[in-house]
């Protein structure tokens, strides 16, 4: 049975916890969508104000939704479309500070306003993107950005 964990102290701390919590949960499991589906539930657990987790699949040229928490969003995303299209097309994590300002923004949930974006690349190859949105603007700082892209690095090692 999963345990879930008061989370504490600096952000840094918090998330390398976090990551080691990942690593220990997916351990032994290689099978795609089991482990997306308990990454977006870990992270629902931790990351406070946000209202949706979760995953677009790389798949035939562009994102296909995957597993997720949060209400029901969009399927397909384009290349190059949207904060997700982007963080493919430029192959980096896009932290957008007020999702109104970004243009070509893709809404999915109308209490969004702050969102980040990270693409899952191992050995070059695109596998998708983690996407995070919240109803604050500036939620994501620089410190949450490095703790994210660590654990986008252990997820990659079980997927
Ligand atoms: N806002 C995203 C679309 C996905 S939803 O946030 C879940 C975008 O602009 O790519």
Known sequence: ?????????????????????????????????????????????????????????????????????????????????????????DKRTMRVDDVHQFPGHIACDAASNSEIVIPLIRNGELLGVLDIDSPLKNRFSEDDEKGLEQFVQVLLKHV
């Open 1 to 89: 049975m999963f345990q879930s964990q008061t989370y504490e102290g600096p952000i840094q701390e918090q998330y390398d916890l976090l990551s080691r919590q990942l690593d220990a949960l997916l351990d032994g499991e290689s099978n795609q969508t089991a482990n997306l589906s308990n990454a977006s539930a870990l992270l629902n657990q931790f990351l406070k104000d946000v209202n949706w987790v979760g995953f677009y699949i790389w798949k035939d040229g562009g994102l296909v939704l995957g597993p997720f928490q949060g209400l029901p969003a969009c399927v397909r995303i384009a290349y190059g479309k949207g904060v997700c299209g982007t963080a493919v097309k």
